[in-house]
Each structure stands twice: as structure tokens, then as C-alpha cells.
């Protein structure tokens, strides 16, 4: 049975794999966190004192307190999994695979072990990121662009009218918003919806075949929405990926 992290932006993700596979996915905000948050929200529920697997693409502070709990609470040396040229049938795409985040990384490698086909990786958060994967397992690269939070965020705090005019407004539900916040809320989420349609659009015509969307990420939702072609949700996808390096590295 092993311990298996997700560190991102602004959440983190845990699970437990044994030997039913991985368990139900965790999930909380951690800009707060110190070690008695660790201790309580992750380890004392799951008593696990075997490997610990992480992912981190939330810094280096978060990252070593976690370590430093798991180590003085277990006495276990957790691992952060890294990106490789190559993993679980999956090459990566970058000329300096190290750059490639491990979040994006282990979604892909997620997605590819279950699918087994051309396949579009989408994960929303803090930021959204687009990766394709080709049938043959070859990541043909991806785009990062901000999330829709991170978006809206950055009108209200620049510019010097959207933010008053967006007091008391509502999101709505159309692309011709009937008020400010709404403008707002509606172009961001169908920016990115626009991004992720093109992006399967490119990959259409570079794999000649229509790839399966995967969807993931706290801020999933949001983009759902103005989505208009068929996609999968996998919230716990990154673990998933996660799960697979962490049954490779056990049986090396």
C-alpha cells in the first residue's frame, strides 16, 4: 500500500494505492497548511507508513514541510516523482523533458493508459494546460495559458472601471452577458473553451483521427460549460498517472 500526493498551484490531492487499486481521491486548499494539517487531513486517516509518492508543482515550501511531516511522523522517505524522456509507454515531447511539468506529465501518462488513443489533455486550474498525446503514445507538446480565475482576476486588479461595474452582477449563462460580471465570467470561460476546441481541431487533422478530450482540475467546471463537443471528466488524473509511475518505480 502506498501514499500516493498531488501538489498543485493551489490544492493539493491524495490517495491510497493497495491492492484494490487506487482509492478515492482527497482534496483540499493548503495556503494555510503547516504539519499539523499534514498529519490530520492526510496521514493519521490513511495509516500508511510504505512508500510515499509525490508530485509537486506547488513550490519548494510546500513541498518540504510535507516531506518533513511524512519523515518525522512515518520515518519514511517520501520520493517526488520527476518527468522523464519516457514512461509507461508514453515519450515525451520536449526537447528538455525536465521542463515539462510533472503535473502535465503524469495527466498525460494517466490519460494514455486508459485510453490507448489519440487523446487531448486538459487540466484546469490555476492555470490551463493542453497537451496531446498521439495514438502511439508519442506527447506531441501542449499550451499553457492562464485559468479562468487567474483570467478574471487580472481584469478586476488592471483595468479601472471593470471591477466596480461587476459589483452585485451575477456569472449568467450565455455568451452575451446582460452585465459586467457576467461579460467577464462569460468571455473567460469561453476563451478557454475556444483554446481547447481549437486544440482538438489541430490534433484532428495532425493524428486524422478525432481525439478523446479528457478534462481535469479543480477549475474544470467552469470551461465545461461552454464546451460544444464531447468530452470525459477524470478528476483524480494526475493520482492516476501518479499510480502508474509509482507501480513502474515499485517493480524496477
Known amino acids: 500500500m502506498s ?5 498543485g498551484n493551489s490544492r493539493i ?3 491510497v494505492l493497495g ?6 481521491q482527497q482534496a483540499d486548499i493548503y495556503s494555510q497548511w503547516g504539519g499539523v494539517q499534514v498529519r490530520t487531513r492526510i496521514l493519521d486517516p490513511v495509516l500508511v507508513s510504505q512508500p510515499v509518492y509525490i ?10 514541510l510535507l516531506a518533513a511531516t511524512i519523515r518525522d511522523t512515518w520515518g519514511v522517505e517520501p520520493q517526488f516523482v520527476r518527468t522523464t524522456a519516457a514512461a509507461a509507454g508514453v515519450r515525451n515531447g520536449y526537447a528538455q523533458p525536465e521542463k515539462l511539468g510533472v ?9 494514455f493508459r486508459e485510453a ?24 506531441i507538446g501542449g499550451i499553457i495559458v492562464p485559468g479562468p480565475d487567474l483570467m478574471i482576476a487580472s481584469l478586476m486588479m488592471n483595468t479601472s472601471d471593470i471591477a466596480a461595474h461587476a459589483r452585485d452582477g451575477h456569472h449568467g449563462s450565455s455568451l452575451f452577458a446582460e452585465n459586467t ?5 462569460q468571455g473567460a470561460v469561453h476563451a478557454l473553451a475556444a483554446v481547447v476546441e481549437r486544440a482538438m481541431q489541430d490534433m484532428q487533422t495532425l493524428q486524422h483521427e478525432t481525439p478523446l478530450l479528457v ?3 479543480g477549475a474544470s467546471d467552469k470551461v465545461e460549460q461552454a464546451l460544444r463537443i464531447p468530452y470525459r471528466v477524470v478528476p483524480d488524473l494526475v493520482l492516476r498517472g501518479l499510480a502508474v509511475r509509482a507501480q513502474e518505480l515499485q517493480s524496477a
Do not use: F, P
Open 55 to 64: 508530485a509537486n508543482v506547488g513550490g519548494v515550501a510546500i513541498g518540504e
Open 103 to 111: 503535473d502535465r506529465w503524469l495527466a498525460v501518462i494517466g490519460a
Open 19 to 24: 491492492e484494490q487499486g487506487l482509492g478515492a
Open 181 to 185: 460580471l457576467a461579460a467577464v465570467y
Open 13 to 15: 490531492k491524495w490517495a
Open 215 to 217: 478534462l481535469t482540475g
Open 3 to 7: 501514499l500516493l500526493v498531488d501538489i
Open 116 to 139: 490507448q488513443r489519440a487523446t487531448c489533455v486538459v487540466s484546469v486550474g490555476t492555470a490551463m494546460t493542453v497537451d496531446g498525446v498521439a495514438r502511439d503514445g508519442r506527447h
